[in-house]
């Protein structure tokens, strides 16, 4: 028999904590602070020197030489008329979906009243300018496009900018698929730039040679990308905010002895084949299923396109088979993993779906796959990696909106609260906080 394309950990029988689990999940070896020295030059360069960095770093990163980073709008007209058919209405109906979900993410803005006469609103305001990256490396990724603009349209961003690499097989310019999405939504302003240079592009802004503004800078960043990509947004975080770090596409099935394998296996490799360091975890207590979705991998790894990428990624030491005692111990595991993909794939699969607390985004049940959440469900792609599900969440409106308190008291209502503020205020040896208050009733009869 071959060598097995998952190893194996076997926690059966054993007792762990939060703490014991997070140490024996499966995880890739990437260190984003690593590649910060790469980073940090080209940014700089960016920062500096402007379009002149740009132009000369995709042809150093890219093999493209171009004397424009911005896309000309007949190009994505162009992109639009000859995209296919069935590519166009496959869009379309993505981005019908997307524009329902996203929609019902918007934050309503809401007025209290503390006192009579005192009041505290919170007003949602959208940002006034976001840089959107998509990829385009190994694969075209016009889904990107969607999951991006989609969220920032529906909280009302105004300016709205995407950056995507150039491309040597279409002479320097964005790849047409991502440039016909980009008409589709309504995006007129497209740059051929990728890697840190576009990140650094968008936080900074950039000057041509001459001095003319070319690219204005932006209040949010966000988009996946590889680790480079991942390593300038957090160069670059403080000056921009920015939507997350992404590092490689997870996915992590809970399944029992009643899933299929067939489709575990399928789904395994349908995010296996995004990258080698993709990472691929079932997590399961049957033997007998892990052992099914061993023996189905082996006839649809060769059989996939980029079957070299998919064996890459499942051999490596980032994917794996978890066996546990139960569901309840798998629900354990899949919590301390906080995968970006979740599977369920058990018996009452909603009832353990209700239950999972870690995750991006969560898929129940047999005909729910991550692959309809990558393109078609309506739900947001760009999600949360490494492990930073547990504590964040995937791109949304609320990644484009900020809340804004705005407080609105008569000098009755600060009349009655005044003794307290001082009082805090001395507390806190912080006298003119205090003073600040009790100078609106100076001269008064106490």
Known sequence: MSTPFLRRID????????????????????????????????????????????????????????????????????????????????LEESIRRARLVHADQRRTSTTTQVVPGGTVAERWVPVGRVGLYVPGGRAVYPSSVVMNVVPAQAAGVTSIAVTSPAQKEFGGSVHPTILAACALLGVEEVYAVGGAQAIAMFAYGARDADGTVVVQPVDVVTGPGNIYVASAKRYVQGVVGIDSEAGPTEIAVLADATADPVHVAADLVSQAEHDPMAAAVLVTDSTALADAVEEALVGRVAATKHAGRVEEALRGRQSAVVLVDDVDAGLAVVDAYA??????????????????????????????????GDYCAGSNHVLPTGGTAAHSGGLSVQTFLRGVHVVDYDERALREVAPHVVALAQSEDLPAHGDAVTARFAGEQR
């Open 11 to 90: 926690l059966r029988g054993q007792t762990l904590d939060a703490m014991a689990l997070r140490s024996v999940v499966p995880r890739a070896d990437v260190d984003v602070a690593a590649a910060l020295a790469s980073v940090a030059p080209i940014c700089e360069d960016v920062r500096t020197r402007g379009v002149p960095a740009l132009l000369e770093l995709t042809e150093r990163f890219d093999g493209v030489r171009t004397t424009d980073v911005r896309v000309p709008a007949h190009a994505l007209t162009d992109a639009l008329a000859a995209l296919d058919p069935q590519v166009r209405a496959a």
């Open 339 to 372: 995968a970006e993909h979740l599977e369920i794939q058990t018996a009452d699969a909603r009832a353990v779906a209700a239950r999972v607390r870690n995750a991006g985004a969560v898929f129940v049940g047999a005909h729910s796959p991550v692959s309809l």
